[in-house]
């Protein structure tokens, strides 16, 4: 999810924009794009990625907020109160739109209802890791060592945010074996202490855990997408490896306030989508564990429905309580 997040928007400034050199009555004066979360993890990587892109597509034409705070969930709502003129976007991923409905019991904003969907940007799966020296090298041997080990030592772990909770109790699920829960503060804490060998595995986003695969600290076994990652063309799908349930991926996405022209929503789509098909915008994304996320405005709103009902079955299946 951190990924996710941290490159996001760098995407959506760099694809909306350019209509300033097109359009002949809008955008009239720079698009605000509110982020509602701090760029974290690796802000070396995202601060120099946004300013290579943002200056190359757009200049000064733009400006970009990011709210912070443990409230994120709340920032919706200000995003909602913005007037409908095509001037504020926002730049968010399944957390606000799917995840936070689950586990919230109020929420600021609607989700459907107070915002129109602009375009998709990018999606990441999550990545199944164990350690270096556990004894198998795919899916099925990781199952297999779970069941042996059931009745005495049970395998471990971690979770370092909601996505990788669910993704391990969707493997549990799935594969009918038990694990035990050792959470993180954070997906980094939660990959040195399986490369230590502290845990036995960990769901991880591909960019985060690349690094340890390559050096071969931590083996990969699977991510859950239908696709493979071209970060990591070797490593199979869940469905490959017989696990076709075991499928989570993050993603992207733009929108604008309900009530927005339709004009405005459809231009803003159209500079989205041919900035997605370029060349370098896929390499970039490849290069950060992600594929593109083209989408209408309308394809948009029904994926929305639908994260929308399956996050409330994955919050039930991960036994997580509303808040």
Known sequence: MKTCKRILATLALAAALPLAATAQSYPERAIKMIVPFRLAARPTVSRAS????????WGSRSSSKTRRG???HRRGAERQAAPPDGYTLFVTTNSSHGVNPAIYNQLPYDPEKDFEPVGGIM???QLLGVRADFPADDVAGFVKV?????????????TGNTSSRVAAELLK??????????PYRGTPQALQDLVGGQIDMFFADPFAAAGFVNAGTIKAL???????????PKVPTMTEAGFKDVLLVSWAAAFVPAKTDPAIVERLNKEINNTLAKPQTKEYLHKMGATPLPMSS??????VHSEIARWAKLAEIARIPKK
């Open 146 to 158: 779970a069941r042996e080990r059931a009745a005495t030592k049970g395998l471990s772990f971690g």
């Open 298 to 303: 309308a394809e948009l709103r029904g994926f």
């Open 222 to 232: 699977a991510v859950t997408d239908t696709t493979r990652v071209p970060l990591l």
């Open 123 to 125: 999606r990441i799966p």
């Open 173 to 182: 699920a799935s594969a009918k074996i038990d694990m035990i829960d050792v």
């Open 70 to 72: 443990r409230r994120r």
């Open 50 to 57: 946004s300013r290579r892109i943002c200056a190359r597509a």
